[in-house]
């Protein structure tokens, strides 16, 4: 029980929030009172198939068309001018995390669109998963708005690779690269799936937005992001590009 105990008596001190219907709405802390009931944000709920479910199988058979690259254009640009709370940090050694994976995982089995996702019926699954939950579990369903958090994180994330992988292996990526190399530029100093815009910017041999990435201690992106720019730009010049 060592390690749990932390995290099992630790308050995350998230108060709840929600969105009115036309997605103007903010935190007001009333759980949904008249009718502000959306737990996710507007540019979650705004998706729509196949990038708010982000399957593989439905993404990649999205024919190849401008309306297509306008559309996984307007997610990227609606997911980067819309950024979510932090989500708390738990204490070490941090097997929460793991318990918001197992919730939010339930949340999205029952509700795979992002409209759906009501306090509501958030709090009817929470009651239906309590009598088997085990006790970081039971945390996670306690606190469902810190695991909301983390839910938020975890589909933008989700979401974000499928555009940027959608993106990087059309045939001819590049000719998305007018808008796409600075929205990639702007993945990764924002921390919205780093790696997956990397490999972008890399698809079309993007050197300068590399370069600018890559530098290291004080540059835009984090060290490790910087790394992975500085692998990719090594790559590109080993191809002679």
């Known amino acids: 029980m060592g390690g749990q105990s932390a995290e099992l008596g630790w308050d995350p001190g998230v108060a709840r929030w929600s969105y009115e219907a036309d997605g103007e709405g903010g935190a007001d802390g009333d759980g949904g009172e008249g009718g502000a009931d959306y737990a996710l944000p507007r540019s979650l709920r705004s998706l729509t198939p196949p990038w708010d479910r982000c399957l593989p199988a439905e993404v990649r058979s999205l024919p190849r068309t401008e309306r297509e690259a306008a559309r996984a254009r307007h997610?990227?640009?609606?997911?980067?001018?819309?950024?979510?709370?932090?989500v708390p940090r738990s204490p070490a050694p941090g097997l929460l995390e793991?318990?918001?994976?197992?919730a939010g995982a339930?949340?999205?089995a029952r509700m795979p669109h992002p409209a759906e996702v009501t306090w509501a019926r958030v709090d009817a699954l929470a009651a239906e998963l309590r009598p088997?939950?085990?006790?970081?579990?039971?945390?996670?369903?306690t606190h469902i708005e810190a695991t909301l958090l983390w839910l938020i994180a975890d589909w933008r994330t989700d979401v974000a690779e499928s555009v940027w992988s959608w993106l990087a292996l059309d045939a001819t990526p590049e000719r998305f690269a007018a808008w796409a190399v600075p929205l990639a530029e702007r993945s990764v100093t924002e921390g919205l799936e780093a790696d997956e815009a990397i490999a972008y910017l890399g698809a079309v041999g993007a050197a300068e937005a590399l370069a600018r990435l890559a530098v290291k201690?004080?540059?835009?992106a984090t060290w490790d992001d910087a790394e992975t720019a500085r692998d990719m730009l090594a790559e590109l010049r080993a191809r002679g590009q």
């Open 106 to 108: 339930a949340v999205r």
């Open 217 to 220: 201690p004080d540059g835009p």
């Open 75 to 86: 997610v990227l640009e609606a997911l980067l001018d819309d950024p979510p709370p932090p």
């Open 132 to 141: 088997g939950a085990r006790p970081l579990e039971l945390h996670a369903l």
């Open 98 to 102: 793991h318990a918001w994976e197992w």
